[in-house]
C-alpha cells in the first residue's frame, strides 16, 4: 500500500470512527433527553441487523474471492470493520419511522448495505459502491411501503427549551463541520448544497410568489443539519475533487427543488438518491469508455508490432 493510499484509509477510519461515536451518542441521548419517538427495540434491531448483514456479505465475498474476510484479525479489525453498519443501522434506525414495525427497519438496512455489494462501478484497479447506504435504504422503504415516514423534525428537539435548543445545534454544526473540514474534506459540497438550496428557495419563491421563508425554514431544524453534515458528504459515494463536490452539492440542489415543485414529500431523501444515480451511470460510462480506448491501443500496438516484424 503507497503512502497516499495508507494516510487516505487512514483518515476514512478516523472519520468513520468519529462519526460513529457522535450518532451513537445522538442516538442515546434522543431516546432519554431529546424525545425520539420511536422504540429502544428498533436501534437495536437496526445495529444487529446491519451487522448480521455485513458480515454475511463480506464472509460470502471472501469464500468466492478465496481471501480472508476482512473481519478477522482480532477485536479491533471487527470493530474497525464494523463501523460503517453501525452508522448506517443507527443512522435508518433514527430517521425512518414505521410505528412498533420492525421489518421495515430491517428492510431498510438490507438494501442498504446489499448496495454496497451490488452497484459498484469501476474505480482504478478496484470497484466502488456509489449509492449512498443509509439513504438508498430510507428511499426504497419510503416508496415501497407508503405508510412509512421519516421521523418527525421536531423529535431530535422536542424535550428541550430556549437556549439547550439552540445549544443542540450548535454543538452538532460545531461536530459536523470539524469532522467534514478535517477528515472527510467536503466543504465545497456542502457549501455548494446549502447555496443551493436556498437559491432554488429563491427561485420557486420568484416563480409562484410563495413567501421566501417557507423555502428557506428547512434549514433552521436540526434534520436538515444532520443531513446536511452526516448524509449529503458521504466520503465514499461523493466526489473527491472540488469542482465535482461543488457539481453534486448543486446537483442535489436543484433536484430537490424540481421535487418541491411537484409536490413530491421526503424530497431530500429523493434527490440524493438520484444524484447518486446519474453519477454512477457517469463513472460507467468514463469507466467503459476508458476501456474501449485501452483496447484500440492494445490492437493498433499489436498491429504496429506486426507490420514491423521481419
Known amino acids: 500500500m503507497s503512502t497516499v493510499e495508507s494516510w487516505a484509509r487512514s483518515s476514512r477510519l478516523a472519520g468513520l470512527r468519529r462519526f460513529a461515536v457522535a450518532i451513537t451518542i445522538?442516538?442515546?441521548?434522543?431516546?432519554?433527553?431529546?424525545?425520539?419517538?420511536?422504540?429502544?427495540?428498533?436501534?437495536?434491531?437496526?445495529?444487529?441487523?446491519?451487522?448480521?448483514?455485513?458480515?454475511?456479505?463480506?464472509?460470502?465475498?471472501?469464500?468466492?474471492?478465496?481471501?480472508?474476510?476482512?473481519?478477522?484479525?482480532?477485536?479491533?479489525?471487527?470493530?474497525?470493520?464494523?463501523?460503517?453498519?453501525?452508522?448506517?443501522?443507527?443512522?435508518?434506525?433514527?430517521?425512518?419511522?414505521?410505528?412498533?414495525?420492525?421489518?421495515?427497519?430491517?428492510?431498510?438496512?438490507?438494501?442498504?448495505?446489499?448496495?454496497?455489494?451490488?452497484?459498484r462501478v469501476p474505480m482504478g484497479n478496484s470497484t466502488r459502491h456509489f449509492l449512498n447506504p443509509s439513504n438508498l435504504g430510507i428511499t426504497a422503504t419510503l416508496l415501497l411501503f407508503p405508510w412509512v415516514s421519516i421521523a418527525p423534525p421536531y423529535h431530535f428537539t422536542e424535550n428541550l427549551q430556549g437556549i439547550v435548543d439552540w445549544g443542540l445545534v450548535g454543538l452538532i454544526l460545531i461536530s459536523g463541520t470539524m469532522l467534514n473540514l478535517r477528515f472527510t474534506h467536503k466543504g465545497p459540497l456542502i457549501a455548494a448544497w446549502v447555496g443551493g438550496f436556498v437559491l432554488q428557495a429563491l427561485v420557486r419563491s420568484l416563480m409562484f410568489h410563495t413567501p421566501l421563508t417557507a423555502g428557506v425554514a428547512p434549514i433552521t431544524g436540526v434534520?436538515?443539519?444532520?443531513?446536511?453534515?452526516?448524509?449529503?458528504?458521504?466520503?465514499?459515494?461523493?466526489?473527491?475533487?472540488?469542482?465535482?463536490?461543488?457539481?453534486?452539492?448543486?446537483?442535489?440542489?436543484?433536484?430537490?427543488?424540481?421535487?418541491?415543485?411537484?409536490?413530491?414529500?421526503?424530497?431530500?431523501?429523493?434527490?440524493?438518491?438520484?444524484?447518486?444515480?446519474?453519477?454512477?451511470?457517469?463513472?460507467?460510462?468514463?469507466?467503459?469508455?476508458?476501456?474501449?480506448?485501452?483496447?484500440?491501443?492494445?490492437?493498433?500496438?499489436?498491429?504496429?508490432?506486426?507490420?514491423?516484424?521481419?
Open 26 to 119: 445522538l442516538n442515546v441521548l434522543g431516546h432519554t433527553v431529546l424525545g425520539f419517538e420511536q422504540s429502544w427495540l428498533q436501534p437495536v434491531v437496526g445495529v444487529a441487523t446491519a451487522y448480521a448483514i455485513e458480515i454475511l456479505l463480506e464472509a460470502v465475498d471472501a469464500w468466492a474471492c478465496h481471501r480472508a474476510p476482512r473481519f478477522l484479525g482480532g477485536p479491533g479489525e471487527l470493530v474497525d470493520f464494523l463501523l460503517s453498519a453501525h452508522i448506517t443501522g443507527l443512522a435508518v434506525a433514527m430517521l425512518l419511522y414505521a410505528n412498533d414495525q420492525l421489518l421495515p427497519l430491517m428492510f431498510a438496512v438490507a438494501v442498504a448495505l446489499g448496495s454496497k455489494w451490488l452497484f
Open 223 to 310: 434534520a436538515f443539519v444532520l443531513f446536511t453534515f452526516y448524509m449529503v458528504t458521504d466520503p465514499a459515494t461523493t466526489p473527491s475533487a472540488a469542482r465535482g463536490q461543488v457539481a453534486f452539492g448543486a446537483s442535489v440542489a436543484a433536484i430537490y427543488g424540481v421535487l418541491m415543485t411537484v409536490h413530491v414529500a421526503f424530497g431530500l431523501f429523493y434527490a440524493l438518491t438520484i444524484v447518486c444515480m446519474l453519477r454512477g451511470l457517469r463513472l460507467y460510462a468514463e469507466s467503459f469508455a476508458g476501456r474501449r480506448v485501452v483496447a484500440r491501443r492494445v490492437v493498433q500496438t499489436r498491429a504496429t508490432a506486426g507490420r514491423s516484424a521481419p
